[in-house]
């Protein structure tokens, strides 16, 4: 396996499911290598080339493929069960996060109180520069067990609705049913 470009130098690591064993362990420090050295060594690459020929990576991506499809959809059930259709939703159709954009909330106040809550959301507003912005949240469920994703929704609910009675800029999600 050759590397298109010089600088692209992959680390490897093979995990077993009845143990884990790292082929090769290396200083990504660059002041560490020479001109032309790779921190991993020579068998790592063909580890890596013989992990691709045998179908091992491409069962890898169906496999997470698959995973991370089920995750997208069960965060869009869950946002237009708890939040409503008349929000508007960007982004759904593939991909592992999506923008919630909702008219009248303040993003960056909801994700602080957010944060308080162990809800991490990143305001959309933060995406945009000068003064047209939309309010929202990007949403990502890759790295969220599938089970926890309607349970995080309606914590974004119920802190939308509170942020609205607690006198904080947020919205009323009741108007979105």
């Not at 590397?3 to 082929?23: E, N």
């Not at 109180?113 to 995406?127: I, Q, T």
Request: hydrophobic fraction near 35%; charge should be positive.
């Amino acid at each position: 396996m050759k590397s298109v470009v010089a600088s692209y130098r992959p680390s490897l690591g093979v995990f077993i499911p009845k143990g884990s064993y790292l082929l090769g362990q290396c200083s990504l420090d660059a002041a560490d290598q020479g001109p032309g050295e790779s921190p991993v060594p020579e068998s790592g690459y063909v580890v890596l080339a013989d992990f691709i020929q045998e179908g091992h990576f491409s069962r890898h991506i169906r496999r997470m493929r698959l995973l991370y499809n089920e995750r997208r959809n069960v965060l869009l059930e869950s946002i237009h069960r708890e939040l409503g259709r008349a929000i508007k939703v960007a982004g759904a159709q593939a991909g592992m996060r999506l923008s919630v954009i909702i008219k009248g909330v303040s993003d960056s106040q909801v994700a602080q109180r957010a944060a308080k809550e162990n809800l991490w959301l990143v305001p959309l507003s933060s995406s945009y520069l000068g003064k047209s912005r939309q309010e929202g949240f990007v949403l990502g469920s890759g790295s969220s067990a599938t089970e926890d994703i309607p349970d995080a929704v309606r914590k974004l609910r119920t802190l939308l609705d509170s942020g609205r009675e607690l006198g904080h800029v947020g919205c009323d999600v009741t108007q979105f049913k």
